[in-house]
């Protein structure tokens, strides 16, 4: 007897097996190719494995067709969900005062000329449309409300810090460290892009250079020339409420902000 049939009869398989068993005769023949998968009493016949017939697949089991891939945004502006996947956010940094507008577009024309759109968003100076009285006459002017600060939404590398820095007109990066500026805070980014929304939507914003108590010159209107005090500040109309002495008693007149001047 082999050593292999001496093993295999060593096995739990065939213990108490005699010599003339037919489990036992396998075991002390070789065992070849489909032989191995047939023991018993047709184990010297191969047994040939059924092919099963694979299951017709249900709808509900059905692959599901890939979706389709979205449309590539268009050139230039980012979607924000791309922006926010790619990790972009909003830093403020210094300019010269005054060179705020030149300094964004100087930012502009190099993230263009280098190919850096991919990371780098909008690049904004923060602005208003204020009206306002000059020289006795109405006027609408942009009115920057973070004077000398241009914002920019980029990805913060050593590489994107270098390549801000080295704009005409940057000074610095404001907040954090000079190794390591800090991003603004969501909620004032908010309140920033709101602010400049609002103004955009509710037209131009009405600046009065006047408060509750000042005393003040009718400089147009039936009243002219009167002195009166400011009761009443209309901020939406730009309009004044101003108490007049008239006959000795104290009259409120309505006028539009442009019609009175400082006494």
């Not at 942009?142 to 590489?159: A, G, N």
Request: proline residues 7%.
């Amino acid at each position: 007897m082999s050593d292999d049939a001496k093993d295999l009869r060593d096995e739990p398989l065939f213990k108490g097996l005699d010599g003339d068993h037919p489990a036992a005769a396998a075991a002390e023949a070789p065992l070849h190719g489909a032989d191995l998968f047939a023991f018993g009493d047709e184990a010297a016949t191969p047994v040939e494995a059924p092919v099963e017939e694979a299951p017709a697949e249900s709808p509900a089991e059905a692959p599901a067709e890939a979706p389709a891939a979205a449309p590539a945004p268009a050139a230039g502006r980012l979607p924000e969900e791309e922006k926010r996947r790619r990790g972009m956010r909003w830093y403020v940094i210094h300019a010269n005062t005054g060179h705020e507008n030149k300094v964004k577009r100087n930012i502009e024309t190099a993230i263009k000329a280098n190919e850096f759109e991919d990371l780098f968003g909008e690049v904004l100076v923060a602005t208003q449309d204020v009206t306002e009285m000059k020289n006795g006459k109405r006027s609408t002017t942009k009115r920057k409300f973070f004077p000398s600060y241009v914002l920019v939404e980029m990805i913060m590398t050593k590489e994107t810090q270098h390549f801000i820095n080295s704009i005409p007109g940057v000074t610095r990066f404001i907040g954090g460290t000079q190794l390591r500026p800090q991003p603004i805070d969501s909620d004032e980014v908010d309140r920033i892009l709101g602010r400049m929304t609002k103004s955009e939507e509710a037209g131009t914003l009405l600046e009065i250079p006047y408060q509750v108590g000042d005393s003040v010159q009718v400089i147009d209107g039936p009243f002219t020339d009167w002195i009166g005090v400011v009761n009443e500040i209309n901020h939406d109309k730009g309009k004044l409420k101003v108490m007049i002495s008239i006959f000795g008693s104290e009259t409120p007149v309505e006028l539009d902000f442009l019609q009175v001047k400082d006494v």
